[in-house]
């Protein structure tokens, strides 16, 4: 049974691109969660999907916003990407919402 | 709101030292609490978890009692091994809130 998977492993943009960061969710979820985690710090919520639609949202800004496609899978995007968008990109999938979460390996953003 | 609060590190242990990483939370309701582990390089892993007062999650050594009446999910194990050097976060889901993680807690076990 494959855990969760994000695709890419590691990125590299420059200031005011934008950015696309996908996720596929373990077998049998069907909540996504994604999370931005500094370097030194711990994961701040930044959305959670389910049902296809965003159920909450954390303190970002509109430049983030994602999509949850039927099978589940989801993606991450990022606009007008600033040096302090770089961190690890983490997605978390669940069953429902507020049940323990699996998370995959992570996407590292870097922003030159 | 919710939160987390663990103790700083870093903590620096002797192969085969006991180990204690404190964390307390703030929720309303009744939160189900977790602690996950970050090895190097690499995404959060699920240790163990405990869904309701007095519960004890164990995995790998790992234990965690939850303590309502001091809101506590302590992290202890009773001899720690250079492969447990990592990051430990304590975290909490309840009511209609997501993970709330704490900052987390690096742990370095020299041989």
């Known amino acids: 049974d494959a855990g969760v998977t994000q695709s890419p492993t590691h990125l590299i943009k420059t200031r005011g691109q934008q950015v696309t960061l996908r996720c596929s969710p373990k077998?049998?979820?069907?909540?996504v969660s994604w999370y931005q985690q500094a370097l030194g710090q711990g994961p701040q919520f930044i959305f959670q999907?389910?049902?296809?639609?965003?159920?909450q949202r954390g303190n970002f800004p509109d430049r983030f916003s994602g999509h949850q496609f039927p099978n589940y899978s989801s993606e991450l995007n990022v606009n007008a990407l600033l040096l302090g968008d770089s961190a690890l990109y983490l997605c978390?999938?669940?069953?429902?919402?507020?049940?323990?979460?699996?998370f995959g390996q992570g996407t590292r953003l870097t922003v030159v | 709101g919710n939160s987390v609060t663990q103790m700083e590190g870093p903590v620096t242990l002797s192969e085969e030292a006991f180990l204690t990483i404190n964390c307390t939370y703030t929720?309303?309701?009744?939160?189900?609490l977790f602690w996950y582990v970050q090895y190097p390089g690499e995404g959060l892993q699920l240790l163990l978890k405990?869904?309701?007062?007095?519960d004890k999650g164990s995995n790998k050594g790992f234990e965690a009692t939850y303590r309502k009446e001091t809101t506590s999910f302590h992290l202890e194990k009773g001899s720690v091994q250079v492969s447990d050097s990592a990051v430990y976060f304590c975290?909490?889901?309840?009511?209609?809130?997501?993970?709330?993680f704490g900052k987390g807690t690096r742990l370095s076990v020299i041989a």
């Open positions: 978390a999938s669940s069953f429902y919402r507020y049940t323990e979460a699996f």
């Open positions: 077998s049998g979820h069907d909540t």
């Open positions: 999907y389910y049902e296809e639609e965003e159920r």
């Open positions: 929720a309303t309701g009744y939160p189900s």
């Open positions: 405990a869904t309701k007062a007095d």
């Open positions: 975290a909490q889901v309840s009511g209609n809130t997501p993970l709330v």
